[in-house]
Nanobody
Framework: QVQLRESGGGLVQAGGSLRLSCAASGRAFSYYGMGWFRQAPGKEREFVAAISWSGSSSIYYADSVKGRFTISRDDAKNTVYLQMDILKPEDTAVYYC?????????????????????WGQGTQVTVSS
């Protein structure tokens, strides 16, 4: 069993930056593919960014955040990060961290929320204009 806890959300002006962290409990963190998703009010949960297990470390981004967000992982700390720069009001959402045990298929399924096994509770990010 893996428990995930996000932190780092908050209120920021457009153009500003935030760094989200997701701390994972449990063993074998380095084998998990990790993803960030977000959900705005009245909208479906959408993929933001993902990083595969440490043996591969492939990285993927949604087109809407490419060039502005950076995902990274520190396996020694069991933590994955999402650095968010040049934030826009449309980035306002609850951001969720997720872990996928199926590292062999992660590079195919990274954008599909249903394929992730564990989820955090989410952290609110609000970008004011």
């Amino acid at each position: 069993q893996v428990q995930l806890r996000e932190s780092g959300g908050g209120l920021v002006q457009a153009g500003g930056s935030l760094r989200l962290s997701c701390a994972a409990s449990g063993r074998a963190f380095s084998y998990y593919g990790m993803g960030w998703f977000r959900q705005a009010p009245g909208k479906e949960r959408e993929f933001v960014a993902a990083i595969s297990w440490s043996g591969s470390s492939s990285i993927y981004y949604a087109d809407s955040v490419k060039g502005r967000f950076t995902i990274s992982r520190d396996d020694a700390k069991n933590t994955v990060y999402l650095q968010m720069d040049i934030l826009k009001p449309e980035d306002t959402a609850v951001y969720y961290c997720a872990a996928d045990r199926s590292y062999l298929t992660f590079d195919v399924n990274f954008g599909r929320a249903a394929k992730y096994d564990y989820w955090g509770q989410g952290t609110q990010v609000t970008v004011s204009s």
